[in-house]
């Protein structure tokens, strides 16, 4: 089972985009901030003008939590749901699961991939070769 995501009127481009396998953030059309998650007003500027713009999928561990917690029958491991840091960004949060094993760590280097099931979501994977 899947908790299927409901997006609202500032998060539906990015579900589309990521329905697409594009990672995308919003972007001021003012001051050129690049925020996350959506929102109407820009922190900055107080600017109501925006865009949603690709970003490189790519970023760093912030935090992370083992869920030993079966929230459905169909689970049958922990999770390990991380927070991560976009390179484009240091106040650019995303958040998912690790998609491979791997050992986790702060800072450890990571890229966004998609997961099709009934919903596509955003999950993260160790980036092997990330300067």
Do not use: K
Not at 9 to 21: C, E, F, G, T
Not at 46 to 59: C, E, F, I, N
Not at 103 to 119: C, P
């Amino acid at each position: 089972m899947i908790v299927r995501p409901e997006p609202d009127r500032d998060s539906r481009p990015w579900w589309d985009a990521v329905r697409r396998h594009e990672l995308t953030v919003q972007q001021c059309a003012d001051c050129g901030r690049l925020r996350f998650p959506a929102r109407a007003i820009c922190n900055v500027c107080r600017s109501r003008a925006s865009a949603w713009t690709p970003v490189s999928g790519r970023g760093h561990v912030y935090s992370w939590i083992v869920n030993h917690q079966r929230f459905a029958p169909s689970m049958t491991e922990p999770i390990t749901i991380l927070a991560v840091r976009l390179d484009e960004g240091d106040d650019l949060l995303m958040y998912g699961n690790l998609a491979e094993p791997a050992e986790v760590h702060d800072g450890l280097a990571v890229e966004a991939v998609f997961t099709d099931h009934d919903a596509t979501l955003v999950n993260w994977r160790p980036l092997r070769d990330h300067r």
